[in-house]
């Protein structure tokens, strides 16, 4: 299996910066997709931004220009660079790899990491 290994959330002040770090550790011939998700208390599950293996980026439009992704397929990382946050980016973020092993297709989520902004 794939796991995933999350860094980075904590409290931030608005306007302020955090960076999370996911690393998928495992035998993987490939990723196709990496990225972030996000669910705010009391809200739906978002999409927050995503790279994949070619460089290609999504982004939710509450978080364009603030937020950067990118990755090191090298190591199998996936950052996400957080500037100017605002106390609606409050969430907990989760960590989502898909590409595959040897063996078959995966897609593996971290356990999720808070991320809390204060006025």
């Known amino acids: 299996q794939v796991r995933l290994g999350e860094s980075g959330g904590g409290v931030a002040q608005a306007g302020g910066s955090l960076r999370l770090s996911c690393a998928a550790s495992?035998?993987?011939?490939?990723?196709?997709?990496m990225g972030w998700y996000r669910q705010a208390p009391g809200k739906q599950r978002e999409l927050a931004a995503v790279?994949?293996?070619?460089?290609?980026?999504n982004y939710a439009d509450s978080v364009k220009g603030r937020f950067t992704v990118s990755r090191d397929n090298a190591k199998n990382t996936v950052t996400l660079q957080m500037n100017s946050l605002k106390p609606e980016d409050t969430a907990v973020y989760y960590c989502?790899?898909?590409?595959?092993?040897?063996?078959?297709?995966?897609?593996?989520w971290g356990q999720g990491t808070q991320v809390t902004v204060s006025s």
């Open positions: 495992g035998i993987i011939f490939g990723i196709n997709v």
């Open positions: 790279i994949t293996s070619g460089g290609s980026t």
């Open positions: 989502n790899v898909r590409g595959r092993t040897i063996a078959r297709e995966f897609d593996s």
